[in-house]
């Protein structure tokens, strides 16, 4: 089947701009995930939703960012009035549960702050 | 909460040889230490994935080692390929969380 899948995948937008990232993950995972990658460094954690129980946004940098996950399917992550430190590459993964199974990612949306 | 240190932060080594990337963790009660491969431009994928229940699982080329009392797991890569080259990434899942914490990064070059 499909695997994850990541839209834009590339995203310029001029400072102080707000963005919408989508996310689609695999049909029946329960657990999503999203995570920046800044040019050339590791994966920096930012939220994690599981099923209907409350997200996990102790990685979320700053009141800019919020996320939702609709129907337990889609999730949407919005960056408000954008700064230039929020260039990176933004990526989403799914799992079928939480925990010690395997963490499949999406090709990522590239957000570049102008 | 978990933290992972990842080392070497940058490896060469030449086609054939071997490679080995450590990893350390804190909490003692992790019990899931996956290792991701992460191409130029593509994303993440699983290579290999060891449990706190056994001390080595091998896959081929690949093997993966854990040492519980020390709180440390590592990725050893025999008779390497230029296929190899990539950033590879090792994770811990904490005793009590759902979501793994990611080590900084090996950018692994293997030369002809």
Request: charged content about 20%; hydrophobic content about 30%; some cysteine.
């Amino acid at each position: 089947g499909a695997g994850v899948s990541q839209s834009p995948s590339n995203k310029v937008t001029e400072k102080g701009k707000d963005v919408e990232l989508r996310c689609d993950p695999i049909s029946g995972h329960t657990a999503l995930y999203w995570y920046r990658q800044s040019l050339g460094q590791g994966l920096e954690f930012l939220i994690y939703f599981q099923g209907n129980s409350a997200p996990d946004k102790s990685g979320l940098p700053s009141d800019r960012f919020s996320a939702e996950r609709t129907g337990g399917s889609v999730s949407t992550l919005t960056i408000q009035r954008t700064q230039q430190e929020d260039s990176a590459v933004y990526l989403c993964a799914s799992s079928l549960n939480p925990g010690d199974n395997e963490q499949f990612f999406g090709p990522g949306t590239r957000l570049t702050v102008l | 909460g978990e933290n992972v240190e990842q080392h070497p932060s940058t490896l060469s080594v030449q086609e054939g040889d071997s490679a080995v990337i450590k990893c350390t963790y804190s909490d003692s009660a992790s019990n899931y230490f996956p290792w991701y491969k992460q191409e130029l431009g593509k994303r993440p994928q699983l290579i290999i994935d060891i449990r706190s229940n056994v001390g080595e699982k091998k896959d081929q080329r690949i093997a993966v080692t854990l040492n519980k009392t020390a709180k440390h797991f590592s990725l050893h890569i025999t008779e390497t390929q230029p296929e190899d080259s990539a950033v590879y990434f090792c994770a811990a899942l904490g005793g009590t969380a759902s979501k793994l914490t990611f080590g900084t990064g090996t950018r692994l070059q293997v030369t002809l």
